[in-house]
């Protein structure tokens, strides 16, 4: 039996201007047989990427920075599921 140390960080807070802070990633899968689907759960992320980001600050969370969701987007026009 081979025992290895495993390395791990906290990066909850992370320091810097730049640095957004993380808790836990999320992962939004969606089967590529469903494209009817896939188009109402992108629909819903879409919501919450625009008019749920100020919700979501009033509940203390932060919001996701355009840049990044701007990417969300593009991958789903790529993908032929926005």
Request: no cysteine; charged share 20%.
């Given at each position: 039996?081979?025992?290895?140390?495993?390395s791990?960080?906290?990066?909850?807070?992370?320091?810097?201007?730049?640095?957004?802070?993380?808790?836990?990633?999320?992962?939004?899968?969606?089967?590529?047989?469903?494209p009817?689907?896939?188009?109402?759960?992108?629909?819903?992320?879409?919501?919450a990427?625009?008019?749920?980001?100020?919700?979501?600050k009033s509940?203390?969370?932060?919001?996701?920075?355009?840049?990044?969701?701007?990417?969300?987007?593009?991958?789903?026009?790529?993908?032929?599921?926005?």
């Amino acid at each position: 039996m081979i025992l290895r140390k495993i390395s791990t960080a906290i990066i909850a807070d992370p320091a810097g201007d730049t640095s957004y802070p993380m808790v836990a990633a999320t992962f939004i899968l969606v089967p590529s047989e469903s494209p009817m689907m896939n188009k109402r759960v992108t629909k819903f992320y879409d919501w919450a990427y625009t008019d749920g980001q100020e919700i979501a600050k009033s509940l203390g969370f932060v919001p996701l920075p355009n840049s990044l969701t701007g990417k969300i987007r593009a991958y789903w026009d790529a993908k032929g599921i926005k």
